[in-house]
């Protein structure tokens, strides 16, 4: 999203057809690589760490409040199938929060959330379907089954990235502990698919 911002502030100064304020615009993003290329890539390597770090924050936080949603999801739904796959679902991400508490540990840090406001907004996303739909309907759970495969693909994106970025760090311990929870997001989304073809469609 930076990136598009400062691409876009260029193009602005661009357009504006003035040299000076060209000049200038130029000169900035001319320091700023010769500072990240003078960095090094030790430096670049912490900045990456950094990232890393920030990001575990953010599913460990969207992991953790995953637990407090799935109860209402499975309650809502109506599909016996898709309850037992929600309720299993919740235990097995009650093992990725303590998934991540270990990656953390790798790190030598304590684990910390942070708000993760993709996850806030695709649980609110799935509750508004739940408001929206009438209970004992398979219109629901076909709304339910969407909004949690949304989720999973979230999470699947979001540990796929991750796996690659502690790989690029050399953590292989923290690389395989996440490979691990990433394909049990891939198993649940497609056990949600087969739910919907041949329980719910
Ligand atoms: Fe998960």
Redesign the pocket.
Known sequence: MNTTAAKKSNGTAKSNGNAKSNGSTKSSNNTKRKSSASAGKGEADSMLKYFFTDELKDIYWA?KH?TKALPKMAKAAMSEELRDAITEHLE??KT?VSRLEQVFGLLGQKAQAKKCDAMEGLVKEGESIVEDTEAGTSTRDVGIILASQKIEHY?IATYGGLAQLAATLGLTDAADILNE?LA??KEADQLLTEIAENDIN
Do not use: A, K, R, Y
């Open positions: 992991e995953l097995v991400t990725h999470e929870t049990e997001e």
